[in-house]
């Protein structure tokens, strides 16, 4: 079913605007009488966070903004899915054009700006998932106008943790201004405290994860990841798109402004992994992100110390076979390397990645 959704959706989709493709693939989503995946093999698990993951594999966020359609998500045979970014207020994002595919790059410009149904529309949609299971997390935003961000991941907090796995503190979206100031200590510290805070209160308690931008210094990184520690977060995931635009073919769409997501963020945001996961020494797991197109990709993450990793554009241009095929080769590595499980391979090539000359 899976390889039959691609071979019928996916030339369609190539042919559309990016912006129109992803509606259709939403919509055929809806649709499509996608059966129960497989199980997994058990060596594919994961325990982290309190849970079980059938698999490392998972959607990023960006995809299903708005909680439309997880199930469906999880029935293509992600391991988890983290739908959002959701805004407290519905916000209808920055006129179009705002998507932009990079073919010859196998890339994604975005300058999307966090349009969302807001999250009283996004909670009532997980509320109506009820029990019906898989690992599920949201991606929470400010609104663009707010005279207080903080506050805004604090109404997100409240208001979905009872319907969700995991919160993930967004702080690294490029198109809402001044967003990524949040990564600063002392903002990020005075937004973590308030951010715990309300997770403490929330009445269920749910796990915290912050996504950090790949652009980031490795002197802002320092104080990031010991800001992340100090609050005792939870997780963190590294990372989102750049603002950066070496080494592109498109010469011409590389000018619009936006983040880079796909293959060309490999490297960056693959070195950013690995000099996070020095300085967590082991404080909390994290979930690699960026790039993902391939099981060795994404083997190359869990090698620079990603527990988890994610994708996103890697769909756009594989495919959702994308999935399967990743899972696939995550055995062929645990096999060829003699290896009992993927824990066992996670951080392996920290040290040669972080000796290399810095990725441009
Ligand atoms: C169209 C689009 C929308 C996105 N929206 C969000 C978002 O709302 N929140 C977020 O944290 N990341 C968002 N992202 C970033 C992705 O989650 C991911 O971090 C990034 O695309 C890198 O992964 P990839 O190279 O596999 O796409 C978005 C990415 C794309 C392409």
């Given at each position: 079913m899976i390889g039959l959704f691609d071979r019928l959706v996916g030339p369609l989709l190539r042919t559309l605007d990016p912006e129109t493709a992803h509606a259709l693939a939403l919509a055929a989503l809806k649709r499509a009488p996608l059966p129960q995946p497989r199980p997994d093999d058990e060596k594919l698990q994961v325990q982290a966070f309190g849970f079980t993951f059938p698999n490392p594999v998972g959607l990023a966020a960006g995809f299903d903004k708005h909680g439309e359609v997880p199930d469906q998500l999880l029935r293509l045979g992600f391991g988890f899915v983290e739908v959002g970014g959701v805004t407290p207020l519905p916000q209808p994002g920055n006129?179009?054009?705002r998507l932009f595919r990079l073919d010859a790059d196998q890339a994604i410009i975005n300058r999307?700006?966090?349009?969302?149904?807001?999250v009283e529309k996004v909670a009532a949609r997980l509320a109506a998932?009820?029990?019906?299971?898989g690992v599920v997390g949201i991606n929470i935003g400010a609104n663009?106008?707010?005279?207080?961000r903080t506050a805004d991941y604090v109404a997100c907090i409240k208001a979905l943790s009872p319907h969700v796995s995991f919160l993930t503190v967004n702080v690294?979206?490029?198109?809402?201004?001044?967003?990524?100031?949040?990564?600063?200590a002392a903002a990020l510290d005075e937004l973590l405290a308030r951010v715990i805070d309300a997770r403490e209160s929330a009445g269920v308690r749910r796990q915290v994860l912050l996504k950090i931008a790949p652009d980031l210094t490795l002197g802002d990184l320092d104080d990031v990841v010991g800001v992340a520690r100090r609050h005792r977060i939870d997780g963190m995931i590294v990372g989102n798109t750049t603002i950066g635009r070496a080494n592109l073919r498109e010469t011409e769409k590389a000018k619009e402004a936006g983040g880079l997501s796909g293959r060309p963020l490999f490297a960056l945001s693959t070195r950013i992994l690995a000099e996070t996961y020095v300085r967590a020494e082991g404080a909390f797991p994290l979930i690699g992100v960026g790039g993902i197109d391939s099981g060795a990709a994404a083997f190359a993450k869990i090698k620079a110390g990603a527990s988890f990793v994610q994708l996103y554009s890697g769909l756009v241009f594989r495919g959702v076979g994308l999935v399967g095929a990743i899972k696939k080769d995550l055995l062929d590595f645990l096999r060829v390397g003699r290896l009992d499980a993927l824990s066992d391979a996670v951080g392996r090539d920290v040290a040669a990645i972080t000796a290399e000359p810095w990725p441009t």
């Open positions: 006129p179009r054009p999307l700006g966090l349009n969302s149904d807001g998932r009820g029990k019906a299971g663009k106008d707010s005279v207080d690294s979206s490029p198109n809402t201004p001044g967003l990524r100031n949040l990564q600063q």
